[in-house]
């Protein structure tokens, strides 16, 4: 299989505080268009797109805000990112931390009303993108840390939270896409991860820092990438200028020496920032950064 080589784009934003959240659509169209012709130049073969609140679905045009892309715009979108060699990939973040998207439905965690309008989703979704291989499902940082400035606190915990990934699995799985999601939850239950996570599931975990060995700040996390390969699972690992912009060179050359060509399916790289002319930089430095790291490795 070709290797992985992927840009996280931002078309919905609503994945942080409620506080932070838009009303209207934070993503210019000349600005999405440079980005893709970018990564096109520099080699890149696959988009995560964030559809969050950028979208009108047809199931449930209540998500959308203002200037938000019709199904029909983003149909077109996606068939120019493939006339380019680019693979658009769909996210959906159902954490309960990243789910401010779904209006007054993040209220609504593990009921059946939000079984309901998840999986209308995601069947639409998989639908848009003419049923892609991959589906993210997010699902970080679903911790009291990272919701310390929510006004309405929702943590799912023990159980529940395995009870309902798995019930995101069996959604995605049963429409032919791998789900694929980002691994910090095992930073804290790293024993559990790796007993009940299922191996279908393609992992991203994520280090933003410089320093790859033992002396690192955050070593456990980076460890997460070895503890994965040992347990057989498949890793598309991701890093991101928003720290440093040494970050991905050391994320790609770790992983090319720790971890088997079996299961290093690509790399993954963001720079957490809005598709907008004032993010420009920051948003091209990060793809070159991506390509020059595997230039080199």
């Not at 007054?104 to 989703?121: A, G, I, Q």
């Not at 970080?140 to 006004?151: F, K, Y």
């Not at 959604?171 to 691994?183: N, Q, V």
């Not at 280090?207 to 980076?222: K, L, Q, S, T, V």
Request: negative net charge; glycine residues 6%; contains cysteine.
């Amino acid at each position: 299989m070709t290797m992985i080589k992927a840009n996280l784009l931002h078309l919905g934003l609503n994945i942080g505080t409620e506080a932070g959240a838009c009303d209207s659509l934070a993503c210019d169209s000349a600005e999405w268009a440079t980005i893709v012709t970018h990564m096109h130049e520099r080699g890149l073969n696959m988009a995560v797109i964030e559809l969050a609140e950028g979208v009108k679905y047809e199931s449930h045009p209540e998500i959308a805000v203002t200037g938000a892309w019709s199904v029909e715009r983003l149909r077109k979108e996606l068939a120019h990112m493939r006339s380019l060699g680019i693979e658009p990939v769909p996210k959906l973040n159902f954490s309960a931390t990243h789910d401010q998207w779904l209006g007054d439905y993040n209220r609504m965690v593990s009921t059946p009303e939000y079984y309901k309008v998840c999986e209308d989703l995601v069947s639409e979704v998989c639908e848009i993108f003419d049923h892609p291989r991959l589906f993210h499902l997010g699902y970080d940082e679903e911790d009291v840390r990272c919701q310390s400035a929510h006004e309405y606190v929702v943590l799912r915990q023990g159980d529940l939270w395995w009870r309902d990934f798995l019930w995101f699995v069996k959604i995605t799985e049963r429409r032919g896409m791998r789900p694929w999601i980002w691994s910090d939850w095992m930073w804290e239950h790293t024993e559990e991860f790796l007993m009940r996570m299922p191996r279908c599931v393609l992992q991203s975990n994520w280090y933003y820092d410089e320093g790859f060995d033992e002396r690192a700040f955050r070593w456990p996390r980076i460890k997460c990438y070895l503890d994965l390969e040992k347990a057989g699972f498949d890793q598309i690992p991701t890093g991101s200028n928003y720290v440093t912009d040494v970050n991905m060179a050391g994320t790609v050359a770790f992983a090319k020496a720790k971890l088997s060509a079996e299961h290093l399916k690509g790399f993954l790289t963001t720079s957490w920032q809005r598709c907008l002319p004032e993010y420009r930089a920051a948003n091209l430095a990060a793809i070159d950064q991506l390509a020059d790291a595997l230039a080199a490795n």
